[in-house]
């Protein structure tokens, strides 16, 4: 009987991999966590954490880049699930940003429109893509070598999963700590896990609600924590800035 049990985990699981790229990648609502742009890592401004996005739909093979701007086109994948796929006739709008408080924004966004725009029909975007506990993480390169991560992490326009147990976590931006304050005055320890742009896991701890989590090994950048107690359970993005 084991061995049926084993037999059909592993059907299970192959059909569930056996997926190609183009239902994987249409089916996910991602985000942008970072661009590496000449090596060097951007990430959304704060106040616009959640404007940048990439859309495949495969099923009338059409493409849409966004942030402030879009560029739309053309999409065909790599035949035989291959990870990449070529954009063709790609057009992008040139709506100018005039308020000169938002240079970081118009920054970030011609940086996201210059990623895929221009490209040849036969350039190739090839692209990782993986599922971690906390959700699905894609990164395209482009021709140039840069690199767009983005993930499904992000739960909700506001960043935080809707339950009656969310909660708050401040200060947000962060140094070395933050503090999670539950939605109820809660008991008990809250397991916490901090995920980096790329979907990796790279903080486990365990704290009462009191207690701050800290955060002084992690470098600049926007992170993924996700909280769990007996009145907490919810996942916000992060910012670290020192």
């Known amino acids: 009987m084991k061995k049926i049990y084993i037999l059909i985990f592993a059907v299970l699981s192959s059909v569930a991999w056996s997926q190609p790229y183009s239902h994987l990648l249409q089916s996910t609502d991602w985000t942008i966590m970072k661009i590496n742009w000449y090596g060097t890592d951007y990430y959304p401004p704060e106040s616009f954490k959640e404007s940048g996005k990439v859309i495949f739909n495969a099923q009338n093979n059409t493409f849409e880049s966004r942030f402030f701007n879009y560029c739309t086109g053309q999409l065909t994948f790599g035949p035989n699930n291959a990870a990449y796929f070529q954009l063709q006739n790609l057009v992008r709008s040139y709506i100018d940003i005039w308020d000169p408080g938002l240079q970081e924004m118009r ?51 506001s960043g935080v ?79 670290i800035k020192k």
């Open 107 to 157: 920054d970030f966004d011609n940086i996201v429109m210059d990623f895929y725009y221009p490209s040849q029909p036969l350039d190739r975007f090839y692209f990782e893509y993986n599922e971690v506990s906390a959700g699905r993480n894609l990164v395209v390169t482009n021709p140039a070598g840069h690199k767009i991560f983005y993930s499904n992490l992000v739960l909700g326009s």
């Open 161 to 239: 999963l809707t339950s009656d147990k969310c909660g708050t976590i401040y200060p947000n931006p962060a140094k070395n700590e933050f503090y999670i304050k539950p939605a109820k005055n809660g008991l008990g320890k809250i397991h916490v896990e901090i995920f980096d742009a790329t979907g990796k896991l790279v903080s486990t701890q365990k704290i009462s609600g009191s207690e701050a989590v800290d955060t002084h090994a992690l470098p600049n950048g926007v992170y993924v924590v996700k909280a769990l107690g007996r009145d907490t359970n919810y996942s916000t993005k992060l910012l």
